[in-house]
């Protein structure tokens, strides 16, 4: 009879406790809200170890659910699938699809991902996202590895004087935080940043170079410095728009750029660049500098150089290809181009290569700026496009008049024709006869033919862009290239 009571009660206390847990688990609310978010502890997920030396590597995150209640991720999934070069492990769950993860309230998991890359092959970028769809939609980390040994600059800022070595490429990341956006690397006033010959940097679609100090990129004949996109896919060889490019805030001082090719930026040389527009600031005074020698801007999207009131002196160099004005010398400044060559087929509403402009008109404020030039001088260029009109004179009469700039020996498109005493003995309308305008194939060499051979104006230069010597005949060639047999 005892027994049988404590056995009795057992069995009550039993009943009692497994109706608690159904209770518990029938009225146990999942979070469904459409509108809810999970968290993650970075939006993308970046690998750069050196793959080259070991062939895979594995990072992780964390997914965290902030709400009381727990939600379930209907779907985990690699975007490219059996495709891709990553793996993942969610919770314990391992494939490259995983249904049903559930994360209790504040609460979260972790995701493994490992990458694994052919060391043997000279692979650069490999790029893939993990969806994870929840309540009906879908949010994303995206996986980003770099397939070789590097040097990383992540949202880097450059405080003392640095040098960069050409022993590995520099990849240039832009950062994410809860400031903004910093976009690759910044060049702190008073500080120094040389890029050593011969280095290679590759750059992400939301970086660049900010230079608020100095910039020297310092290439040298045999060993040119090489700026471009991180796609090496075909179908992004030469496609612009890839990086932000080199932007000069006003004041920045004494910049060079020496033997280098900068490829695929969107903005190619902005001098005097500013955070927020204040015309007020740009004045004599706050002017950036900047020499260019022997260098290739080509593929950038709006401009290969825009500059308003600063000053530039270009020598033995080229630039091709964007959709606006190629060149824009704007709002005063002071310039001296020698031996360059302008062209551009893809410009968009007719616009030409090169724009000289004491004024600058802001749509968005509907108001005209003015500011004086100072001399310019454009001697043995080439202006050429398939623009009517590749030279834009837009000079207010009352603030300098035509003796403020000078064209001498140089071949220009003119849909009116124009010449006055500041253009001397140059050519219009005349075909230069480059080797190849193709797009994307584009070789401004002159041809054996060309009206540019030994038409240029002396002026002491010994060599090309190339490095060839000058004069090779009877006189200096028009443009960046002397003509080699």
């Given amino acids: 009879m005892y027994k049988n009571l404590k056995l009795n009660k057992l069995l009550f206390f039993i009943i009692v406790l497994l109706s608690w847990s159904f209770w518990g688990c ?28 070991i062939g895979s590597a594995t990072r992780s995150f964390k997914i965290y659910n902030r709400s009381e209640s727990p939600v379930i991720i209907s779907n985990a999934s690699l975007e490219k699938g059996n495709t891709s070069f990553y793996q993942i492990n969610i919770d314990g769950y391992t494939g490259n699809d995983v249904s049903n993860i559930r994360i209790e309230g504040n609460d979260s998991v972790w995701v493994f991902v490992k990458v694994k890359i052919d060391p043997v092959k000279q692979i650069l970028v490999v790029d893939d996202k993990i969806n994870f769809e929840i309540n009906g939609k879908t949010q994303s980390v995206v996986l980003f590895s770099i397939g ?5 600059h992540k949202g880097e800022i450059i405080s003392s004087n640095t040098f960069w070595a050409n022993d590995k490429p520099h990849v240039v990341l832009h950062k994410t935080s809860g400031n903004g956006i910093t976009p690759g690397i910044y060049i702190a006033k008073g500080a120094k940043l040389t890029i050593g010959a011969g280095c290679k940097i590759y750059f992400d679609n939301s970086s660049g170079i900010l230079v608020e100090g100095q910039l020297v990129i310092d290439g040298k004949k045999d060993q040119k410095v090489e700026l471009g996109g991180l796609r090496l896919e075909s179908k992004y060889q030469h496609l612009a728009g890839q990086w932000l490019g080199l932007l000069y805030y006003r004041g920045s001082p004494k910049n060079a750029i020496r033997y280098a090719i900068i490829d695929e930026s969107a903005f190619g040389v902005w001098l005097g ?7 007020s600031l740009m004045t004599n005074a706050t002017r950036s500098t900047l020499e260019i020698e022997n260098t290739t801007i080509k593929n950038a999207y709006y401009w290969a150089i825009r500059s308003l009131n600063n000053e530039v002196t270009a020598i033995n160099s080229e630039f091709y290809t964007s959709t606006d004005y190629l060149v824009q010398l704007m709002l005063g400044g ?23 402009s004491n004024q600058f008109y802001d749509n968005s404020l509907k108001q005209n700026f003015q500011n004086k030039l100072d001399n310019c001088l454009f001697q043995n260029c080439i202006f050429y496009g398939s623009g009517r009109e590749q030279v834009l004179l837009d000079i207010e009469s009352t603030l300098n008049d035509k003796t403020i700039y000078s064209f001498q020996n140089c071949l220009y498109k003119s849909s009116s024709s124009f010449t006055n005493s500041s253009f001397q003995n140059c050519k219009i309308n005349i075909d230069p006869q480059l080797v190849s305008t193709t797009i994307d194939k584009e070789n401004l060499n002159l041809k054996a033919t060309s009206p540019c051979i030994n038409a240029g104006k002396s002026n002491g230069l010994l060599i090309d862009i190339k490095g060839n010597p000058r004069p090779n005949g009877s006189g200096i060639d028009i443009g960046a290239f002397e003509y080699i047999p």
């Fill in 148 to 152: 070789l040994d590097a040097y990383f």
């Fill in 273 to 279: 660049f500013q955070d927020k527009t204040d015309y």
């Fill in 334 to 356: 002071k310039y001296n181009f020698t031996n360059c060559t302008f062209f551009n087929s893809q410009s968009r509403e007719d616009k030409g290569v090169f724009v000289l």
């Fill in 26 to 53: 029938n009225t146990e609310t999942i979070n469904s809200n459409p509108s809810f978010n999970l968290e993650f502890s970075t939006d993308t997920l970046y690998f750069d170890t050196v793959f080259q030396s």
